[in-house]
């Protein structure tokens, strides 16, 4: 099974910084790399898919780089509702995958 | 409206069986792979498995924690999806997700989840 690997787990950050997450993939996964936001009691929201596309209805501060094994989700300007954890999650194998998850909290 | 409803969740002694099942609305399920998604308490996601549609001949994937214990199967009839899971453990206790597979197998709609306990 192919492992990724969040950085950090958790983080806090003041409204309106830059957050940046990443996750590593144990081997090559080309794009095959989406984000998800899960708020408490709730389930996963798509964010971005294909390591760099934005899924419709989310806001264009969210952005996904990257390709191989490293990729980067990335809020330019954090806002009081982007309070959540984050999975990165991989589809290249047929044996899928998600990172352990990294916390974001609003200082 | 487009949704997907899981129910069948429940309490269920170690060994023990359950079926799950999820409801599809709104949209075109013969189009879609479809998977379940777990997360047990307190932990991360963690993704079961897919059955695929009738174009894929109707193939299932399994991750290895659970391949062998558990079936995923859909009735494109119904408009639904199911997961068979048999031989049940304590770490199978969680909250279980199904999700629609799209463009670059991304999962865009999920459903609320119900939750599976394991315990005598």
Same mark, same amino acid.
């Given at each position: 099974?192919i492992q990724?690997?969040?950085?950090p787990?958790?983080?806090?950050a003041?409204?309106?910084?830059?957050?940046?997450i990443?996750?590593?993939?144990g081997?090559?996964?080309?794009s095959?790399?989406?984000?998800?936001q899960?708020k408490?009691?709730?389930?996963?929201?798509?964010?971005?898919?294909?390591?760099?596309?934005?899924?419709?209805?989310?806001?264009s501060?969210?952005?996904?780089?990257?390709?191989?094994t490293?990729?980067?989700?990335?809020i330019?300007?954090?806002?009081?509702?982007?309070?959540?954890?984050?999975?990165?999650?991989q589809?290249?194998?047929?044996?899928?995958?998600?990172?352990?998850?990294?916390?974001?909290e609003?200082? | 409206?487009v949704q997907?409803?899981?129910?069948g969740? @429940? =309490?269920v002694?170690p %060994?023990?069986?359950?079926?799950?099942?999820?409801?599809? #609305?709104?949209?075109?399920? /013969?189009?879609?792979?479809?998977?379940?998604?777990?997360?047990?308490?307190?932990? @991360? =996601?963690?993704?079961? %498995?897919r059955?695929?549609?009738r174009?894929n001949s109707? #193939?299932t994937?399994?991750? /290895?924690s659970?391949?062998?214990?558990?079936?995923?199967?859909?009735?494109?009839?119904?408009?639904?999806?199911?997961?068979q899971?048999?031989?049940?453990?304590?770490?199978?206790?969680?909250?279980?997700?199904?999700?629609?597979?799209t463009?670059?197998?991304a999962?865009?709609?999920?459903g609320?989840?119900?939750?599976?306990?394991?315990?005598?």
């Amino acid at each position: 099974d192919i492992q990724l690997t969040q950085s950090p787990s958790s983080l806090s950050a003041s409204v309106g910084d830059r957050v940046s997450i990443t996750c590593r993939a144990g081997q090559t996964i080309s794009s095959y790399l989406s984000w998800y936001q899960q708020k408490p009691g709730k389930a996963p929201k798509l964010l971005i898919y294909a390591a760099s596309s934005l899924q419709s209805g989310v806001p264009s501060r969210f952005s996904g780089s990257g390709s191989g094994t490293d990729f980067t989700l990335t809020i330019s300007s954090l806002q009081p509702e982007d309070s959540a954890t984050y999975y990165c999650h991989q589809s290249y194998s047929t044996i899928f995958t998600f990172g352990g998850g990294t916390k974001v909290e609003i200082k | 409206e487009v949704q997907l409803v899981e129910s069948g969740g @429940g =309490l269920v002694q170690p %060994g023990g069986s359950l079926r799950l099942s999820c409801a599809a #609305s709104g949209f075109t399920f /013969t189009d879609h792979f479809m998977d379940w998604v777990r997360q047990g308490p307190g932990k @991360g =996601l963690e993704w079961v %498995g897919r059955a695929r549609n009738r174009a894929n001949s109707y #193939s299932t994937e399994y991750a /290895t924690s659970v391949k062998g214990r558990f079936t995923i199967s859909r009735d494109d009839s119904e408009n639904s999806l199911y997961l068979q899971m048999n031989s049940l453990k304590s770490e199978d206790t969680a909250v279980y997700y199904c999700a629609r597979g799209t463009g670059w197998d991304a999962f865009d709609l999920w459903g609320q989840g119900t939750m599976v306990t394991v315990s005598s």
